[in-house]
Nanobody, 120 residues
């Protein structure tokens, strides 16, 4: 089992920044690909970003490219999502997730989520 706890959400004005953190415990954190997803009211859950175990490869949704940056610190068992130039459409509950290489996100581990609200 991997336990994931997100933090860092909140209310911010458009154009502002937030940094989300996801603290992991349980199995060897560095074995997992880590990702961030978000779900806005009435919408499907969307992929935001992911990072490989080494941190050498990252993936970002087109909607956040150039604004959001995912990173990880395996020594601290933590993954981060730096969000800059926030827009009202970024408002959502943000979830941290972990999966093994070759596995699916749905079969992985998920946190409880943290609310991000961007006011216009």
């Amino acid at each position: 089992q991997v336990q994931l706890v997100e933090s860092g959400g909140g209310l911010v004005q458009a154009g502002g920044s937030l940094r989300l953190s996801c603290a992991a415990s349980g199995r060897t954190f560095s074995n997992y690909i880590m990702g961030w997803f978000r779900k806005a009211p009435g919408k499907e859950r969307d992929f935001v970003a992911a990072i490989t175990w080494s941190g050498g490869t990252t993936y970002n949704a087109d909607s956040v490219k150039g604004r959001f940056t995912i990173s990880r610190d395996n020594a601290k068992n933590t993954v981060y999502l730096q969000m800059n130039s926030l827009k009202p459409e970024d408002t959502a509950v943000y979830y941290c997730a972990a999966r093994l290489a070759g596995g699916s996100w749905d079969s992985g581990f998920w946190g409880q989520g943290t609310q991000v609200t961007v006011s216009s």
